[in-house]
């Protein structure tokens, strides 16, 4: 029910309208009354009335003021106004203030009741609105928090540029910019306990978000490299401190290398999720001794991946003989020769092995087919020539599925690059779009591209523009930003000045010379 405050200076007139209506019935509480508005305020205030009726002659403090005042403490209430004069100012100056009502004196109970039950129901309907506006506000927050989550993982991903990153950071609120980064990856057996470790929101400056209820990721910040790194071992000096403590179901993790600028944060996220998963597998498989054996033996997994996809690269059928001798060598002594030692080896290899399928865009069913078919020996070899076989006859099958493509580059860069010959004139070519066009991430894309090519991809994709940019200066009079449209450039300035800074000539001179 909703509480009703009189004001008049008339005792007869503020005892009739008290007594003339059954408040309660009606839906209403009569909750007090005044002779004027210096009186009536703190009332006001104490009460907390949703509506207000009020004469506007009295004395001290007439019906107008009071408005005014009260329109500025507690704007919700509405004000109806009771008045004897019919009079273009008074009720001008009711408009300014914003009152709800103005009524003309006398009225009848029934009168002044059907104003109420108006009133009352103008409040439920604001009510309403304000509560759905609420709710939406909530949704809309919500909705943001999923966008950071979202925004955050495309940014480990490398799916942004610099400027692309740094502008829909702004949007959301996250403060990104930085001068150096690392990620930090923590995956723990339940939502539980990957809720526990909110300590390190609360001790380093970072971002975070989770990928699953049970993994979460942290792009830790901060403007030293060296003193980063010294966070960096003292946090997972810790980390494996609270691992200690809890065998049973330890906390997995991995992290990145210290990176600087924004899109160092995917390539220290691929090397997070490289170690994670190396921490994983140790886990799923350990036995306490066969545990210390491979941790000790961890930088040499390491160098032998890192061997491994160079070989795959840039490696050739003749030498993969020579190339499993040297890989498989660190296995000929000490306590490497354990079942368990083996297993995990050669489940590092063909890991691999498939990630560099997959990246490259090899991945076909026959192909896989063939591969897994090789894996299932895995789990069955003991013997150090086994190892050997195996390794050897997965690398064969690898190269001769990639000289069956053939090309002097990869499927990948060979896709993208027609991709690009057919698209240079699209302003909104990028490496985000060319890299799902050949379905693997921008930031290995990039490195694979320059790898093989030997130039950067903006560069490639800059010498293709200004080439076919040569040709129609050359062959046409179309006007300067004319071919600069038709070669993927909106802006016809910064166009100009690629130009020449590729040329050393502007447009105009060059066209004059051809």
């Known amino acids: 029910m909703k509480k009703i405050f009189l004001l008049d200076d008339e005792v007869q007139v503020r005892e009739g309208i008290k007594n003339s209506i059954d408040w309660k019935k009606e839906g209403f509480i009569y909750c007090g009354d005044a002779s004027d508005g210096e009186i009536a305020l703190p009332l006001v205030e104490k009460y907390q009335p949703e509506i207000v009726i009020t004469d506007i002659k009295m004395p001290f ?35 300014r203030v914003q009152i709800t009502e103005y009524c003309l004196k006398p009225i009848s109970a029934n009168e002044l009741l059907k104003i109420l039950h108006k009133v009352s129901h103008q409040i439920d309907q604001e009510r309403l609105a304000k509560n759905h506006l609420t709710e939406l506000q909530n949704l809309a927050s919500q909705s943001k928090s999923i966008t950071k989550e979202t925004y955050l993982n495309d940014l480990c991903q490398g799916i942004y540029s610099p400027s692309e990153a740094i502008n829909k950071a702004t949007h959301l609120g996250i403060d990104l910019v930085s001068s150096y980064y690392y990620i930090l990856i923590m995956e723990a057996k339940d939502a539980f306990e990957i809720d526990s470790i909110n300590w390190i929101i609360e001790q380093y400056s970072c971002l975070q978000f989770k990928e699953n209820p049970k993994e979460i990721i942290f792009i830790m910040k901060g403007e030293s490299k060296a003193r980063l790194e010294h966070e960096a071992r003292l946090l997972r000096e810790k980390i494996l401190a609270i691992r200690e403590q ?15 600028r924004i899109q160092g944060i995917a390539v220290s996220f691929l090397e997070a999720e490289e170690e994670k998963n190396y921490h994983k597998i140790i886990h799923k498989h350990k036995q306490i001794d066969n545990d210390q054996d491979v941790s000790a033996n961890h930088e040499v997994f390491l160098s032998n991946r890192n061997e491994l996809v160079e070989f795959l690269k840039n490696g050739d059928f003749g030498s993969i003989t ?42 076909d069913s026959v192909l896989m087919q063939e591969i897994n078919t090789i894996e299932m020996r895995a789990g069955w070899i003991r013997e150090y020539s086994e190892v050997n076989r ?68 903006v560069e490639y994709i800059t010498n293709i523009r200004m080439e076919h940019a040569k040709r129609l200066l050359k062959s046409t009079n179309e006007k300067t930003y004319e071919i600069a449209q038709k070669v993927g450039y909106n802006d ?3 166009f100009c000045n690629l130009f020449k800074k590729l040329t050393g000539m502007t447009t105009r001179q060059f066209k004059l010379r051809g």
Do not use: W
Request: charged share 15%; net charge negative.
């Open 61 to 95: 403090m007439d019906g107008l003021e009071f408005s005014r005042i009260l329109r500025e403490k507690m704007p919700a209430v509405k004000i109806i106004i009771l008045s004897g004069h019919d009079e273009f100012e008074y009720a001008r100056e009711a408009m």
């Open 246 to 260: 809890n065998i049973e179901s330890p906390l997995i993790f991995g992290f990145g290398k210290v990176q600087s």
């Open 322 to 363: 020579d190339f499993s001798n040297r890989y498989t060598l660190f296995l000929q002594g000490g306590n490497n020769t354990a079942p368990f030692f083996i297993y995990y080896s050669l489940l590092d290899f063909t890991i691999t092995v498939k990630q560099y399928i997959k990246e490259t865009g090899m991945e």
């Open 390 to 457: 195996y390794i050897t006859e997965m690398l064969q099958t690898v190269f001769k599925s990639a000289i069956q493509s053939g090309g002097s580059y990869s499927p990948v860069i060979h896709k993208a690059m027609d991709y690009i010959q057919s698209h240079f004139h699209d302003t909104q070519l990028s490496l985000q779009s060319i890299a799902n066009r050949v379905n693997v991430s921008p930031s290995y894309f990039s490195h694979m591209f320059s790898q093989e090519t030997g130039q950067t991809l």
């Open 492 to 494: 016809s300035h910064y």
